[in-house]
């Protein structure tokens, strides 16, 4: 049996993200989700970071770009992917023909956590409400999860990035009161791993020319 305080921190934590998955339930729209976000104090990371950074391009995209959390660039302009890792993607998007025009990019974390370090596991597990709740309200045909982080949350794995990408998986939306649907989803190679290791850049483009076939198939 846990002690007492380990187990009173236990229902806390609990607590806290039973309240965030209410709130981010409500939320009808994406300026709602996005106005939610923006009222909500329950994660510390909102305090030291400049700007919410909800989400960039076509809300009505086919397809849904999911990174881990915003950097410096990102916490600046308030915008995901805009530093040189979001210019490698817009070269990788480019690349099958898609652009923000045609596609919806967002992270896991709506705020940067310090020194860009990465997002500690109560941080992800406060946060999966609202990108989970994100994903519902664009509804894409396609996910591509882009880094480990973002793939082992959503796709709920222990595996490694280079285990988890090159194969695709489903991701569940609705249920209950909504209608559930299962998600072809796409992990591959954040582009900032990338820009630290070129050689891994022919993996990541198999990924994405499986990304562009299942595209071609929702379109034919």
Not at 89 to 95: Q, R
Not at 187 to 202: E, G, I, N, Y
């Amino acid at each position: 049996m846990a002690p007492p305080a380990r187990a009173g921190a236990a229902a806390a934590t609990q607590g806290t993200v039973e309240d965030a998955r209410a709130l981010a339930a409500n939320a009808a729209s994406l300026e709602a989700l996005r106005a939610t976000l923006g009222a909500y104090n329950g994660c510390s990371l909102k305090f030291s970071a400049k700007s919410l950074v909800f989400g960039d391009g076509n809300p009505n995209a086919d397809v849904m770009f999911i990174g881990e959390a915003p950097g410096r660039d990102e916490d600046l302009q308030g915008v995901p992917f805009v530093g040189r890792a979001g210019q490698l993607l817009d070269k990788m998007m480019a690349a099958i023909h898609l652009d923000r025009s045609s596609s919806y990019i967002t992270n896991i974390l709506p705020w940067r956590p310090p020194g860009n370090r990465k997002p500690s596991l109560d941080e992800q597990a406060l946060m999966q409400p609202f990108i989970h709740r994100h994903i519902e309200l664009v509804n894409p045909k396609v996910l591509v999860f882009l880094g480990g982080t973002s793939a082992q949350q959503l796709l709920n794995s222990k595996d490694g990035i280079m285990r988890l990408r090159g194969r695709w998986r489903s991701y569940a939306i609705g249920g209950q009161d909504r209608p559930h649907r299962e998600i072809p989803a796409m992990s591959t190679l954040h582009p900032a791993f990338l820009l630290r290791t070129p050689a891994q850049k022919r993996a990541a483009w198999q990924d994405l020319l499986e990304v562009a076939a299942k595209l071609k198939e929702f379109q034919s």
